[in-house]
């Protein structure tokens, strides 16, 4: 499989490894690459990875088999409008944004008629930002995430299908809104409490720390207003999880006031049996 | 430095640790062990690793210059019963212990007029147990902690200083509670919260995750029956900064609930700033 021209939109973290992964692979006859400035595209340049490269969107899409928003979530809908006129109206589009409900909502009715939109989200991430952190081999032994609705070109569904698996993932297809759930919570919620655990160490605690604190809290070195805009943007599914999490802390917290040994024990050991189960870092 | 005979007191992770340090190092011209069973004994055995190996504690410290606790929290006092009578008056007893006020509490008045006892807290380990687990340079570049009250020993303290100095760690003094109140911090919560995040995350969520939910929950993977007695032997300390945490979280929610991207960004940055400070793994 080769695709004619993909155009990736955003050139971080995500774009840049999608960028190398497909120049690497030679899956791509020509890549595209917009940024929203020239700076924004100097590692981009730098690194020589892509064929062309734009600060127009809609020359970026130009002919375009395959279009990846891989912008922040709240940054598509407008481009999405920007670059729709621009768009070949059999060009497979899709994004990699963490939240599906609210981009499939956004998306899809923008893209009705003038192109095939699918939404995906590749989990594979690292707590660093930026074309400098990426790489080419980010999305190996990776899953990913289509998420098609009733209204999408199931052609469309198995060109991104084809395309994630091109790129070393595994791929699974799930409604937005269950994913939603899902992602909330092995990867919002874990978001937020890595946050919040960081938030209540002391300095003179943190001169103390090992790498159960440093892996414990290795997410939330993520950047900020990326994670604010996803948290909010699966704010209902996170809420849920939250309190679930919220009322199990509680539930502890009297365990341990009351010297529940049996109590605490159990919980200890239903997660030790699930987390020996889940393996070590993937690489 | 050399020790003329070193008790090992546990043949698991950390006391199997020390002996394999001990001798990479050539830090004590005798090691003995003392585990509960043949058995228990049976990985340091294969692994050649000390001089001598009893199921007798009291037989493992006689004439030993120093002796390391690296049993169980809940094990410690009635072990101490047991080997008071055996031991050199001017042997420094420490241990290995993550909580200290109860461990100080419970061992120091048995020790008294018999030994020199100080407590330590090595802050290094694995979700991993077991001599099977055991790593001579588990302990180099991280920190521990000596937990000397007015009654102790000054040499004492140096000899333990001087112990784990050797050993490759960064030596801190620091009085037991305040050690419990920080270690309740970067140590206890984070392992609770890492049990009770995987506990929260239902079956087809774990079929999605990556990296990061990897590394978050890591630590929850360790021994359930030792993490119990360490939580509960910590309570207080814990309860507090627990309660802390939940009213971060609670606040989340209130923000999550009104969109409250400000307060959200906030916490995030907050949090953000912090853990970029702390760096990556130590190895």
Redo the contacts between chains.
Sequence with gaps: MKFSKVAILGPGLLGGSIALALRERQLAAEISLYGRSEQSLEGARRAGVTDQMFTDPRQAVEDAEVVIFCTPIGAMPSLAETISPALDPFAVVTDVGSVKGCVVQALEPLFHGKARWVGSHP???SEQAGFAAARADLFER??S?VTPTENTDLQAVEIATQLWTALGCRV?SLDPLVHD???A???H??????????????T??????????????????????M??DI??SN?TA??S??????S???Q??TQ??S?D?KG??E??????H???Q?????K
Tied chains: 1, 2.
């Design positions: 989990m594979a991430g990776s899953v995430i699974l759930q899902l992602v919570q092995i990867s919620l874990p978001h937020l409490v890595a946050a919040a655990l960081v938030q209540s160490a002391s003179e605690s943190l001169a103390l720390i090992g790498n159960g604190f440093r892996d414990t809290t290795r997410v939330a070195a993520g950047p900020p207003p994670w604010t948290l909010l704010r996170l809420e999880v939250l309190g679930r999490l919220i199990t802390l509680e502890a917290r341990l006031q010297g040994e605490l024990h919980l200890l050991a239903q997660a030790n699930v987390r020996c889940l393996g070590g870092q993937k």
